[in-house]
């Protein structure tokens, strides 16, 4: 994810900040914010350990492009993605719940990773 336009969020950055590493499950959610939606879950790396978030879930927009969101019901993320080949990128959008839009966004780019089995 690139640096947040037109200035970043200081320590806040964690809050809006998505995991580097995510996994993509067919699988739905059954409460809050994921009732009914495609779960979305970090993958633990040793270099960042995911944020903590009520809810993460994802959506298919059209046949090339997803929607990603991670929400505690106060402070989201959202990633609006068209896939490019082996390759998604497109945008970040924070969230809050202050009521005043916060108009910044973050270039972001994703990779296919290999999936690791537990």
Same mark, same amino acid.
């Given at each position: 994810m690139g640096r947040w336009w037109p $200035? +970043?969020?200081g320590k806040e950055d964690t809050y809006v900040t998505?995991?580097?590493r995510i996994q993509l499950l067919a699988e739905r959610g059954i409460r !809050?914010? %994921? /009732?009914? %939606?495609?779960? *979305?879950?970090? #993958?633990?790396d040793r270099e960042h350990a995911p944020g903590? =978030? %009520?809810? !993460?879930? $994802?959506? #298919? /927009? !059209?046949?090339?492009q997803l929607v990603l969101n991670w929400t505690d019901g106060?402070? !989201?993320?959202?990633?609006?993605?068209?896939r490019? +080949?082996? %390759? *998604?990128?497109g945008w970040a959008h924070p969230h809050f719940d202050s +009521? =005043?839009?916060?108009p910044r966004i973050a270039q972001v780019k994703?990779? =296919?990773?290999?999936?690791v089995s537990q």
């Open positions: $200035w +970043g969020f998505p995991p580097n !809050s914010f %994921e /009732k009914d %939606e495609l779960l *979305l879950r970090a #993958i633990p903590a =978030r %009520e809810s !993460s879930y $994802w959506s #298919i /927009k !059209s046949p090339n106060f402070v !989201s993320v959202t990633l609006d993605l068209t490019n +080949g082996d %390759e *998604l990128s +009521g =005043r839009p916060l994703a990779h =296919r990773i290999a999936c």
